[in-house]
């Protein structure tokens, strides 16, 4: 039994179950000996034996699953009872526990040690007095602890020769211990003994996981830091070769692959997002992602592929690469209904030609489309020239030391040193908003330093007055954009349904903004107005109705009144949803780019009560009522279900901006089930090829920076188990749960 007593925060213990815990008070008031009143005895600790770890709550694996997929604790979970259990079931003082404490004068460290009656010692070292019950753990660790005695003839010969007093590799240890204990709490091998196989297989398991999940290259294997960090806590233990973990990844890729496949499966449409990028031996690659909804109304979003993207393919090759993307997951074309890429304009035309040659409909990426439009307004030649000096300030700031001491002194005597000045990046619009801040903060102490240095081409730049209120006034209008990029990072805006109104809207704040400006910001404005419209289709009404975004737009229930429509084209979207609902749910007709078989509205006429139910409606609505002569024919009885339905989806109230539209319709689809249908389609399209956190970021992510170094042999797989891992592994283990709830 293990009891805690005083020990230094430097080194946290473990604590023992709660139903020893009375046990371990009452031990403690009978042993504790309190010390005298005027005694200079330093403060106790206890020396304790080691208790076992708890068993890990892990997931088991059902019979669907490959084993060892998710977890590779699930590899430990394999392994022998521990050795402390083996000494408890041996029982007597034949155990390795009895041999260890069975004469404690053969330790050791009682070279360091002398014994202050039958509960208590003391150090030679330091005179600390520790609390004694049978056990040197604690004794041997305040000898490294304090006095770094860390000598492997530390160790008791019992514990060298006796394999069975090894430390506890147990299923319900191997994990934790793995991770959680510090080396010098005896869990490292003695010198000369080898690791045991089944704790090296969990070993170079976490490895590979480290590998995956942080992005590392294989190579790290070789690294000599990591090296001595593993020999350390483990040194008994080899460290895999690359061309074992590129085996070990390749058969964890296909396991985890084995179950998106089955996943997709179970999609009723899919959106497909392609994002290029480059790598940083300038090898371009694209990311294929599927998007859809699930059957719980959740929002699904799995990478499937990362290929090279040549240029010698020419623009023509997207829908090709992405045809064969879904074949090797089992997928068809007609599993997919948009394809959301944010590519150069060639890879736009090809997206246009994929949505000819497969059926497919086509989005702009929302991040990609507005740093094109605001980077036409800073191409605007007096913007340009006042970016370029602000550009050069803050590169002479960074490059002269003394410079930079003089604008430091200058902000410690005001206590605003947290204020830095920011260098943007030509490709992320949203870093010159931060740049053109930092510079209207610190205007007066860059000034004041930029007059006490030297002027001439050795000097730096100088703004002059109204380059300063140019860039006061920009700053105001890219805020209100920035608005929208944070409107569009929320969680319940991530669909392209909130694209449109959060476009419309920018398009006329900042046309207000402008009404009293000066003439180069009007420019300015003009300028990204001009690309937002035709970027969009904002002037287009044919191109607005068949936008998937717009119809996504009144399928959510927050923007379903479509202020940015014309009366006259609102009323020309209805009719086409309307078209569309009878197209799903004619099991003659299913429409094109709609893979899963709709099912009718009724069951077939027959026998029972329903056929009856349906006789007495069809007589009744043949037999025409007495109000008919008055007030003509009910128009609902004529009208189908599903139109029904929309109408009365249509005069349902307005849902608060702040409201999730997956859980509305999670809670509202036995309401409008044919709706619901349609809206799991659309609102399956995401306004950003990438998460919105990374495609209206200020700087490169750490997952831009990490894969772009990654080896191209194994960078598919490591980025499919990076992004697919946890998501896949919530999912299931979130269906086994909703599985085992009592219905």
């Known amino acids: 039994m293990r009891f805690t007593g005083p020990v230094p925060p430097a080194t946290p213990r473990q604590n023992t179950v709660g139903a020893n815990r009375p046990r371990m008070s009452q031990f403690l008031q009978k042993n504790m000996k309190p010390e005298g009143e005027g005694s200079e005895a330093q403060p106790k600790e206890e020396a304790t034996e080691e208790p076992a770890l708890p068993p890990q709550p892990y997931p088991q694996p059902t019979q669907d699953d490959a084993p060892r997929v998710f977890a590779p604790h699930h590899v430990a979970a394999a392994l022998g009872p521990s050795s402390r259990r083996k000494r408890e079931k041996g029982g007597g003082q034949e155990g390795a526990g009895a041999a260890l404490y069975g004469d404690r004068r053969k330790s050791k460290v009682w070279n360091y040690y002398t014994k202050l009656g039958d509960a208590y010692v003391e150090c030679t070292v330091c005179k ?88 590392h290259p294989l190579s790290v294997v070789r690294d000599k830091g ?38 997709l499966q179970t999609a009723q449409a899919i959106v497909l997002c392609a994002e290029f990028w480059v790598s940083r031996l300038s090898q371009s690659y694209v990311t294929v992602t599927a998007n859809f909804i699930d059957g719980e109304w959740r929002r699904a979003r799995c990478v499937m592929e990362t290929r090279r993207a040549r240029q010698e393919d020419g623009e023509g090759e997207l829908g090709e690469k992405l ?41 702009r990426c929302a991040a990609r489309g507005l740093q094109l439009c605001v980077q036409a307004g800073l191409e605007v030649e007096p913007v340009r020239e006042a970016l370029s000096i602000a550009r050069g300030i803050v590169r002479y700031f960074q490059q002269d030391a003394k410079a930079a001491r003089s604008l430091n002194g200058k902000l410690e005597a005001i206590n605003k040193t947290k204020l830095k000045l920011v260098m943007d990046v030509s490709t992320r619009w949203l870093s010159t908003i931060e740049m053109c801040e930092s510079l209207l903060e ?29 860039l006061q006034d920009l700053v105001a209008v890219l805020r209100t954009i920035k608005i929208a990029t944070a409107f569009l990072r929320e969680e ?68 379903k009144e479509l202020r940015f ?39 077939a006429e027959g026998g029972g009560s329903d056929g009856a139910a349906r006789k007495d409606r069809s007589s009744s609505a043949s037999s025409p009522s007495v109000y008919d002569i008055l007030l003509g024919k009910d128009p609902t009885e004529s009208m189908p279900e599903i139109h029904q339905q929309l109408e009365n989806y249509i005069v349902e109230p307005l849902c608060k901006r702040s409201t999730d539209p997956l859980r509305w319709w999670k809670s509202n ?33 750490a997952l831009e920076h990490r894969r772009a170094v990654l080896a191209p042999e194994n960078l598919d797989q490591i980025l499919f188990l990076h992004q697919n891992f946890d998501f896949l592994e919530a999912m299931r283990n979130g269906n086994e749960a909703r599985n085992r709830t009592p219905r």
């Open 128 to 215: 600390k007095q520790l609390s004694f019950h049978n056990s040197t753990t604690t004794m041997r660790e305040h000898l490294v602890r304090k006095h770094s005695i860390r000598d492997t003839l530390l160790l008791p010969p019992q514990l060298k020769d006796d394999p069975a007093s090894e430390p506890d590799y147990g299923a319900e240890n191997v994990t934790k211990r793995a991770r959680q204990t510090p080396p010098e709490s005896g869990l490292l091998l003695p010198a000369g003994a080898s690791c045991s196989e089944p704790r090296a297989d969990v070993l170079q398991e976490l490895v590979l996981e480290m590998i995956f999940r942080d992005l």
């Open 226 to 263: 990591f090296g001595l960090l593993l020999g350390y806590l483990e040194p008994n233990f080899t460290l895999p070769s690359p061309a074992q973990l590129s085996g070990m990844l390749w058969h964890r890729y296909g396991a985890v692959k084995q179950h998106l496949e089955r996943y």
């Open 323 to 363: 045809y064969a993307v879904l074949a090797e997951f089992g997928l068809s074309g007609r599993s997919v209904f948009c394809v959301l890429q944010d590519g150069p304009q060639g890879a736009a035309a090809s997206g246009q030609r994929a949505q000819n040659a497969y059926g497919w409909s086509s989005l």
């Open 442 to 470: 610190l205007k007066w102490a860059l000034m004041a330093v930029l007059e006490e240095h030297p002027k001439g081409a050795a000097g730096a730049p100088a703004l002059a007055d109204h380059q300063w209120k140019l």
């Open 492 to 559: 319940q805006n991530a669909s392209a349904s909130s694209l449109l109104p959060c476009v419309h809207g920018v398009v006329g704040a900042i046309g207000r903004q402008a009404e009293e400006a000066g003439a180069v910001l009007k420019t300015v404005v003009g300028n990204i107005r001009t690309e937002l419209t035709r970027r969009w289709g904002l002037a287009e009404d044919e191109r607005l109705l068949e936008s998937p975004a717009a119809i996504a737009s009144f399928l959510d229930p927050r923007f």
């Open 565 to 603: 429509l014309s009366p006259g084209l609102r009323s020309e979207l209805h009719k086409k949803v309307k078209t569309m609902l009878s197209q799903v749910w004619n099991p003659q007709s299913p429409p094109a780019g709609a893979f899963w078989a709709p099912n009718p509205p009724h069951k």
């Open 669 to 701: 689809e036995h309401r409008f089930p044919a709706v619901a249908r349609l809206s799991r389609q659309y609102l399956a399209v995401p306004a950003t090829a990438v998460l919105p956190e990374q495609a209206f970021g200020t700087g490169e992510s």
